[in-house]
């Protein structure tokens, strides 16, 4: 099948998902995955209508970014580990991040953001289970980033994102999910504009949209494999 297809199908799944829940129509978007993917692929399902996609790779999502610059509308969000001296060109680049887990990160893609633009939107990263990725804050140590965070002047807290690692079944996808989804609506009450729990890919996005995803995040089953 080809990209068009594929994203068709996986809007439908995301929309069935979204009605089984009994969630809001539109109340969960999808951000197509193109790391790797040539810019054609990404021409393919703008056509189609996709105008959010996610990138892992800084040198990467400069040169998509700059190549379809004439695409205004398109949404660039980084959702790879950003290290701290590539953080400028993230910041110049992109329209979200949602990765940041660590003050120095902030404090620099806020200072590095540039003023004309609009605040670079950040969901704070959370590790959910355990030792199994470097990357994400505890749960413990998220209010006080948060605070942080909010802070600063050329970022606006958006929400929280989580890479699970891969659970054996349905519930436990979605137990792994419990704790994030209490931080999440704890979130919400301390802080306007908090409106973003990117969690769900391709294995887990009947559980993440079952567990108040707002953005799934989908490369395979719309690019094919890498
Ligand atoms: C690659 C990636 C995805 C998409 O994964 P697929 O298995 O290709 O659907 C989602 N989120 C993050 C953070 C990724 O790095």
Redesign the pocket.
């Known amino acids: 099948m080809g990209i068009a297809a594929n994203l068709e199908q996986v809007r439908k799944q995301v929309n069935d998902l979204v009605l089984q829940n009994q969630r809001k129509s539109g109340a969960v978007s999808l ?1 197509a ?1 193109s ?1 790797t993917k040539p810019l054609d692929d990404i021409i393919v399902a703008y056509e189609a209508g996709q105008r959010l996609f ?1 990138e ?1 790779y800084v040198q990467e999502v400069v040169d998509k970014h700059r190549s379809l610059s004439h695409l205004k509308d398109i949404e660039w969000h980084f ?2 580990p950003i290290q701290s001296n590539k953080s400028r060109l993230v910041a110049q680049h992109v329209d979200w991040v ?2 940041v887990d660590r003050e120095k990160i902030a404090v620099r893609l806020s200072e590095q953001r540039p003023t004309e633009f609009s605040p670079l939107n950040v969901c704070i990263q959370v590790n959910i289970s355990g030792e199994l990725t470097k990357s994400g804050i505890s749960l413990a140590d998220l209010p006080a980033l948060a605070d942080f965070v909010a802070n600063l002047p050329h970022l606006e807290l958006r929400g929280l ?1 989580a ?1 699970p690692a891969p659970q054996e079944s349905f519930q436990e996808q979605m137990k792994v999910y419990e704790p994030l989804l209490s931080a999440y609506n704890e979130l919400q009450t301390r802080f306007s504009n908090i409106d973003t729990l990117s969690i769900g ?3 887990d996005m009947a559980a993440a949209v079952g567990s108040g995803s707002t953005m799934v ?7 094919g ?2």
């Open positions: 951000l995955v790391k996610g892992n959702i790879g949602h990765t994102m890479i890919m391709s294995g995040r989908i490369g395979t089953a719309i690019f494999s890498r």
